[in-house]
C-alpha cells in the first residue's frame, strides 16, 4: 500500500500508551468493529490494517474464510501487531465469550475428575469423564441389582452408558 493510505488510515486511530492498541475513532458498528474502505471498496478496518501494514490480501478465496483473532480482546482495535488470521475454529476455541472457547479451557470435569487423555471420552464432540460415567454406571445398576430390564418383548443387554449387562457388573446370579 501507498505512503498515502497509510496516513489516511492513521488520521482514524488513537493509540493506547498504556495497552498499545490502535483504537479506531472512524466508524464502529453495534459490534464494536471498526470500518474503512479501501480502493472505494467497504471493509473492516482491522482487516483493512492488516493489508495496509502488512501486506495480506483477503482476495483469495482461502483468506475469506480465515478470521481476524483480535489478541488484545479490544474489538476496535486496529494495530496489526495485535492481529492474528486464525481458523473460524480457533478463533471460536479462543474466545473469552463463547461456551465453545470457555468449555476448551476446563480442565477437570464439574465433579473435580482432571481431563487427562486416560479419563476423557468424546461422544458427538463433547467431553466425557470416564470416571463420572463409571460411577453414575455402578450406581445405575445397584439401584436396579436382581432386575430384568425389559423394552418390549426384548430383554435389555446394556446400561443407559452402553455397558453391556454380565453377572459381573450387575450383581444378577449371587455376586456382588
Known amino acids: 500500500m501507498n505512503v498515502l493510505e497509510q496516513e489516511r488510515f492513521m488520521a482514524k486511530i488513537e493509540i493506547d500508551s498504556q495497552s498499545g492498541c490502535w483504537n479506531w475513532m472512524g466508524f ?3 459490534k464494536g468493529y471498526g470500518h474503512y474502505r479501501i480502493d472505494n471498496k467497504p471493509g473492516s478496518a482491522h482487516r483493512a490494517a492488516l ?13 475469506k474464510l480465515a478470521q481476524v483473532d483480535h489478541l488484545c480482546r479490544n474489538r476496535s482495535c486496529v494495530n496489526p501487531d495485535h492481529l492474528k488470521i486464525v481458523t473460524a475454529q480457533q478463533n471460536l476455541l479462543r ?4 461456551i465453545a472457547g470457555i468449555n476448551a479451557r476446563k480442565t477437570h470435569c464439574p465433579k473435580g475428575h482432571e481431563y487427562s487423555e486416560e479419563n476423557t471420552m468424546v461422544d458427538g464432540g463433547s467431553r466425557l469423564c470416564r470416571e463420572c460415567c463409571r460411577i453414575r454406571c455402578l450406581k445405575y445398576s445397584r439401584r436396579n441389582r436382581g432386575t430384568l430390564r425389559r423394552i418390549g418383548n426384548w430383554h435389555m443387554t446394556h446400561c443407559s452408558n452402553g455397558h453391556r449387562f454380565t453377572k459381573e457388573n450387575t450383581g444378577v446370579g449371587g455376586g456382588r
Open 51 to 63: 493489508t495496509i501494514f502488512k501486506g495480506v490480501s483477503f482476495r483469495c478465496t482461502n483468506r
Open 95 to 98: 474466545s473469552e465469550i463463547t
Open 28 to 30: 464502529v458498528d453495534s
